[in-house]
T-cell receptor
Framework: NAGVTQTPKFQVLKTGQSMTLQCAQD?????MYWYRQDPGMGLRLIYY???????DKGEVPNGYNVSRLNKREFSLRLESAAPSQTSVYFC?????????????FGPGTRLTVT | AQKVTQAQTEISVVEKEDVTLDCVYE???????LFWYKQPPSGELVFLIR??????QNEISGRYSWNFQKSTSSFNFTITASQVVDSAVYFC??????????FGAGTTVTVRA
């Protein structure tokens, strides 16, 4: 069991470039999440997918889009990267709702936008 | 809206000392969930504990213990006889609807040998 995997691990973008962060889980979980972690701010929820076929905004969705490709995969897209999006991005999954089930996190993607 | 505050930014202790991490939450809900996660230097977040608002029983797991007090809206975490491997960032979090976790800013714990 790989758990939650994320690609790439590191990425450097120029302002205005686009990219997609990939996330996959092999635990047959229903719910998946994208967070960003910035120094001194903890993790903030960008988007989540409660179940296959649904996505919803979290706390900081502006500048991002997501796709729940199937039950295993949940991607995060930056259409036009900005320096403010420099951060560490974490994908997570859980069997069901965040209150009732623990979330399992991937190793993170460190993104720098210059 | 729910909010989680971890007032301690950094704590440094010598091995074998006890360390307590504070977590204070704000909510108007009667049903909510509280969590602690650990983020070691490797970067991945590791789940430690989940507690619902109806269960105020304290919990002990090895050298870890948690004190949940609704009267003071606190969910504090104590590491007893700390070890160097306990060095990490610890996050307190709350769930204010079924799918949204709200994290505190984290407390960095450094345990010196």
């Amino acid at each position: 069991n790989a758990g939650v995997t994320q690609t790439p691990k590191f990425q450097v973008l120029k302002t205005g470039q686009s990219m997609t962060l990939q996330c996959a889980q092999d635990m047959n979980h229903n719910s998946m999440y994208w967070y960003r972690q910035d120094p001194g701010m903890g993790l903030r929820l960008i988007y989540y997918s409660a179940s296959e076929g649904t996505t919803d905004k979290g706390e900081v969705p502006n500048g991002y889009n997501v796709s729940r490709l199937n039950k295993r995969e949940f991607s995060l897209r930056l259409e036009s990267a900005a320096p403010s999006q420099t951060s560490v991005y974490f994908c997570a999954s859980s069997e069901g709702g965040a209150g009732l089930y623990e979330q399992y996190f991937g190793p993170g993607t460190r993104l720098t936008v210059t | 809206a729910q909010k989680v505050t971890q007032a301690q930014t950094e704590i440094s202790v010598v091995e074998k000392e006890d360390v307590t991490l504070d977590c204070v939450y704000e909510t108007r809900d009667t049903t909510y969930y509280l969590f602690w996660y650990k983020q070691p230097p490797s970067g991945e977040l590791v789940f430690l504990i989940r507690r619902n608002s109806f269960d105020e029983q304290n919990e002990i797991s090895g050298r870890y213990s948690w004190n949940f007090q609704k009267s003071t809206s606190s969910f504090n975490f104590t590491i007893t006889a700390s070890q160097v491997v306990d060095s990490a960032v610890y996050f307190c979090a709350s769930c204010f609807d079924d799918y949204k976790l709200s994290f505190g800013a984290g407390t960095t714990v450094t345990v010196r040998a």
